[in-house]
Every structure is written in structure tokens, then in C-alpha cells.
């Protein structure tokens, strides 16, 4: 329902906009009137506007998603290409920005108020009102340039990687992959962070707590069975709001380190004018965005017993 | 108004945040005065190319010889007024929505709100690219108008959910029975009583502006050159990095110092404003 939405959104966008793709050629009256008014047929720009988007709907069920002018095939084999990289990249970052953020924020509701809380709590911030892109040029610029111990972009060094041992290649890949993963994730650790904190400090408060800790049972047990597991519940809801923002963030990100994942792709496709590369990652994002509701969903179940009754 | 104020006062937080953000503006409103050189006349192409920072040019010099700080000074006002414009447009906008749904209910309310589910799964760059690819060359007006026209969906929300929950209090009815119209009542009855999440809100979504248009600006599809924005300058700086790292180090301080001030301004006009949490 929503990615139909969301299609039907990028349509209307689509046909909002002022001109189609001819109208630039037109202004340049190289091209004949008769062969843009070919190529409008061609395309099926001259119909009415509800066959068009008819149309458009149906190329879109069955993973139709336009012509991508400048790679001169369908939209939705660049895109293939380039998915697993964005995945890789957000699903390393989303680990990493889960791992630490609930690991800090249960550490510094354990110990709130301390020097430490405070301290946390202002580094959470910055990195949080950091924008990830300059997170990232200044990641490159101490452990790529300074201390040129990491690459400085793309997927694999593409001059030796051909050469190297299959050890070798996962080594260069993964050298490749950490710096991005660890720009996504400390700012996604810096969000989860303060929401684990606050969730964390609403849980100690509770009876429950209390009566768990009244059982006699040792603090690291009250820790992590009881206090720890309810605190994830909204952390689990972040979940399922962060991956705009990680999506988003990584369209940067990739740009930053020149992974060529859909994000990087979405950019150049809009320096060389390819729609349909735009719209067709526009809409991926939110099918992805979908899915990762949907995890969410399931993951909630896993963690809150009351909602697998409920069913 | 005062208990407002004072209650932002007691907070040690929202003091540094309100401070920041009075600062930054006075900066921005001041940068034609305090800005030792024009920020975009290219000041000396054969000499002054990446000169590191010095009393000359505290920032030091750009690949173009321009100097860094006048840069980054006249960056703030680009920012601050986009974000500043377009949070309004948004929070216009945001309100508009949200009420009519509110008031409205049935159709109106479910198409409108399905509507603002889509927009809010689409990731926000995502979004915004595709409008920016479309209508290319925005300009700063453009940008200030698709920045505000797809940032009030939250807002939106807010408002809607603030409406529902006030819409059956007596003195809505009692209005209501006096023969209050529909407008009326939104304008005069509703509003001053859902403006206090809608203004933490758009200190919030302040922040969080300043960090996209510098996204957009770093990405090459925001303010277009020479008119200097945070997020171009860090893209030139990166052009440079190993040469002259000042360049994109700079405006990235002064995006942090921006953003973590309307975020503290934000968070302690909530807890001012929240009476659970006094």
C-alpha cells in the first residue's frame, strides 16, 4: 500500500515538473520536430495522462522501472548492480550503531549523573547534530590521509585486488568497508544511544525493578533479565524508524567514500539527468524502508512475549 | 510567556543553547561587518591559492583564494535563513494539514494522513533528490520552498493527534454552541493550544535542516556557487583534503555548533514547556 503510494507520489512528481525528457532537446533545435514527436510516441509521452500512469503501475509490477539513458539499459539492472553494496554498507552500520548505542546508553543509565553520563551524553550530542557526510571527509581525512591506514574510497583496490588471495581479498574488502560503516554507525550509536538511555531510566523506576532487586537477585541479573530486556522495547521501535535515516545517511556517505552503492548512483543519475534511475531509488528506498518495518514488527515479537499472544 | 521564559532560564542546558543560537544569528545578521573580505572575490588566484590558516586569514584561503572565514561567516546567514524560512513554511504548512484533519475527520482525514504515511516512508534525500533532479537549478527560493513543502509531515501529525484530543474538551463545545465557526474556532480556540509542541518541533526541525540543506549543498544540488554554504565549502574542502584540510574543517565546526545549539534550545523549550517533566 505505501509503496504504491509512494509510486504514485513520484508520478505525480514526475508529470508536476516542468517539460519531459525531450523538452531539453527541443530548446536545442538540433533535432528535428518530427523526430522528438517520434520519440514522444516512442516513449508513450503523447497518451492521456491516466493511461500513462495505468501504464507506468503495470511496468512497475513487474519490475519495469524505465530506461536508464545513461547506462543504456533498464534502470532496474543498474540498480541490481549496486544493491548488495548499500545493503552491506547499512546492514555493517546498523549493527555497529545498535552494538554501542544500547551498550552506552545502558551504561550511562547504570551510572547517571556521573562524570561519565555527562560526558556521554555530550558526545551522543555532538555526533548526533554532526552532519554524517563531514563525519565522514574528517574520518578520511585522520585515518585515510593522515595516517593512511585505511583506503580512501570504493569497494576493493581495484589495481591489486585481481591479484590477491581469497584472504587477501576479504582483507582489502574489509579494510575498504570500515571506514563508511563506522561513519553510518557512530551517528546512528549517537541516536540509539540517548534512546536507550532514556528507556533504560524509565525501566529502573519501575515496581518490577524494584521486586526483582528485593528477590535478592544479583545486580547484573537485574541488569540484563530484567531491566535491559524492556528497556529495548522502544529501541526496537527506533529500529524500524531508522532505516529512512540510515538510507539517507548513506546516499552521503557512499558519495563520501565512493561506494557504488544505490545511493551514489541516485546522485550521478541526477548530474547526468537519468530519471528513471532517480524515481526507480526512490522507490527501492521505500520498499526497503517497508521491509524494515516489518523486521521490527518481528522483532518486537521476539523480545515482548505480549504481542505474540495478542495474535 | 515569562513563566516560559524562566523556566527555559532554570535549565543549564537550554542557557548554552539559547546563548548558541543568539550568537550564531548575531554572526549571521553581522557577517557584512565582521567579515575581513567579500566572501566570494577571488582575492589573489596566483598567490593566495590554499593558504593555511594565518592572522591574515584565520581560516586561511580557498582553492579559489577566497578567504575561509568571510566564507564561512557569510555561510551562516545562507543557512540560518533557509532553515529559519523554511521551518516556517513547514510549520505552516504542518499546521494547516494537521487541523483541517483533525477537524475534518472521515475521508478527508484518512486521505490526507495516507498521504503523509507515503512521504514519511520515502527517506528524505531520497525525496528530495528526486525533486531536485526534476525542476534543476532551484536557487536558494527553490530550495527554501522544497525544503519547507516536504518537511511538514511530522508536524502534521503532531497537530492532528493535539486536535483530536482537544476537539470533545467542554470549552471546544461550549465555543461550538456558541455558534463559533469552523475557522474561528481552528484559529482562535485550537491554535494557541497546539502551538506549544509545534514550536519544539521547529526548534528541533531547525537542526536537523541546517544538517539536509548542507547534505543537499555537499551532494551538488543545493545553494549553487559562489554564494557560499556550509555543505558546498566541505565539498570543495574534500576536492583538497590531503592539501589543505582547513577547508572542509571549518564549516563542518560551525554546522556542530549550530545544530547542538538548537537541539539543546529545543529539548529544554520541551521540558519547559512539558509539566511532567518540571
Not at chain 1, 548526533?128 to 574510497?153: E, H, I, K, R, T
Request: aromatic residues 8%; contains cysteine.
Amino acid at each position: 500500500m505505501i509503496v504504491f503510494l509512494v509510486a504514485t507520489l513520484t508520478f505525480v512528481l514526475l508529470h508536476v515538473a516542468p517539460g519531459d525528457p525531450f523538452t531539453r532537446a527541443s530548446a536545442a533545435t538540433l533535432v528535428p520536430q518530427e523526430v522528438i514527436q517520434q520519440q514522444r510516441r516512442n516513449f508513450g509521452l503523447d497518451r492521456p495522462i491516466y493511461v500513462q500512469y495505468g501504464r507506468y503501475l503495470a511496468n512497475l509490477v513487474r519490475g519495469d522501472f524505465g530506461y536508464s539513458f545513461r547506462e543504456h539499459r533498464p534502470a532496474a539492472a543498474a540498480i541490481a548492480e549496486r544493491i548488495p553494496n548499500t545493503l552491506l554498507l547499512a546492514a555493517v552500520a546498523l549493527v555497529i550503531a545498535f552494538a554501542l548505542g544500547v551498550f552506552v546508553g545502558a551504561v550511562q543509565a547504570t551510572r547517571r549523573g556521573s562524570a561519565a553520563d555527562d560526558l556521554l551524553s555530550l558526545l551522543s550530542l555532538t555526533l548526533y547534530s554532526m552532519p554524517v557526510f563531514w563525519l565522514g571527509v574528517m574520518l578520511l581525512l585522520l585515518f585515510g590521509v593522515a595516517l593512511d591506514w585505511f583506503p580512501v574510497g570504493g569497494v576493493v583496490d581495484d589495481t591489486v585486488y585481481p591479484y590477491l588471495s581469497p584472504l587477501g581479498r576479504l582483507w582489502d574488502r574489509l579494510q575498504h568497508l570500515f571506514l563508511p560503516a563506522v561513519t553510518l554507525g557512530a551517528v546512528g550509536a549517537a541516536v540509539t544511544a540517548r534512546y536507550q538511555r532514556a528507556a533504560m531510566l524509565d525501566v529502573v523506576g519501575q515496581d518490577f525493578v524494584r521486586t526483582a532487586r528485593a528477590k535478592g537477585l544479583r545486580e547484573r541479573a537485574v541488569f540484563f533479565k530484567h531491566a535491559l530486556r524492556n528497556a529495548l522495547l522502544p529501541v526496537i521501535t527506533l529500529f524500524g524508524l531508522s532505516f529512512p535515516l540510515l538510507l539517507s545517511g548513506s546516499v552521503l556517505v557512499e558519495t563520501v567514500f565512493a561506494w557504488p552503492g544505490i545511493g551514489k548512483l541516485a546522485v550521478d543519475a541526477i548530474h547526468g539527468r537519468d530519471y528513471a534511475v532517480v524515481t526507480a531509488v526512490a522507490i527501492i528506498a521505500a520498499i526497503m524502508v517497508v521491509v524494515g518495518n516489518l523486521l521490527a514488527d518481528l522483532l518486537y515479537r521476539v523480545v515482548d512475549p505480549r504481542t505474540r499472544e495478542a495474535q | 510567556m515569562k513563566a516560559l521564559l524562566r523556566a527555559l532560564w532554570h535549565q543549564r542546558r537550554a542557557r548554552y543553547g539559547l546563548a548558541l543560537v543568539l550568537a550564531l544569528c548575531g554572526l549571521a545578521a553581522l557577517a557584512p561587518w565582521l567579515a575581513p573580505y567579500d566572501p566570494v572575490s577571488q582575492l589573489d588566484l596566483a598567490r593566495g591559492q590554499y593558504l593555511a590558516p594565518s592572522a591574515l586569514h584565520p581560516f586561511g584561503t580557498d582553492f579559489f583564494s577566497r578567504d575561509l572565514l568571510s566564507r564561512v561567516l557569510y555561510g551562516a546567514r545562507i543557512s540560518l535563513s533557509i532553515a529559519l524560512l523554511s521551518v516556517l513554511l513547514s510549520v505552516t504548512v504542518g499546521t494547516a494539514v494537521g487541523m483541517t484533519a483533525g477537524l475534518a475527520g472521515g475521508a478527508v482525514d484518512a486521505i490526507l494522513m495516507r498521504g503523509v504515511d507515503a512521504a514519511l516512508a520515502v527517506p528524505r534525500v531520497f525525496l528530495l533528490l528526486v525533486v531536485v533532479a526534476l525542476w534543476d537549478n532551484v536557487g536558494v527560493a527553490g530550495l527554501i520552498a522544497v525544503l519547507g513543502l516536504t518537511n511538514w509531515f511530522d508536524t502534521s501529525r503532531i497537530v492532528r493527534a493535539e486536535v483530536l484530543s482537544l476537539k470533545h474538551r467542554t470549552y471546544v463545545t461550549a465555543a461550538q454552541a456558541l455558534g463559533v465557526g469552523p475557522r474561528r474556532l481552528a484559529v482562535r480556540h485550537l491554535l494557541p493550544n497546539v502551538a506549544a509542541p509545534v514550536i519544539v518541533t521547529a526548534t528541533l526541525g531547525i537542526g536537523q535542516i541546517i544538517l539536509i540543506e548542507a547534505g543537499l549543498s555537499y551532494l551538488g544540488v543545493g545553494v549553487p556557487p559562489p554564494t557560499p554554504s556550509w555543505g558546498s565549502i566541505i565539498q570543495e574542502g574534500q576536492q583538497a583534503l590531503a592539501v589543505a584540510p582547513w577547508v572542509a574543517t571549518f564549516p563542518g565546526i560551525a554546522i556542530v555548533i549550530t545544530v547542538v545549539g538548537f537541539s539543546l534550545l529545543g529539548d529544554g523549550l520541551r521540558n519547559a514547556l512539558d509539566p511532567t517533566t518540571r
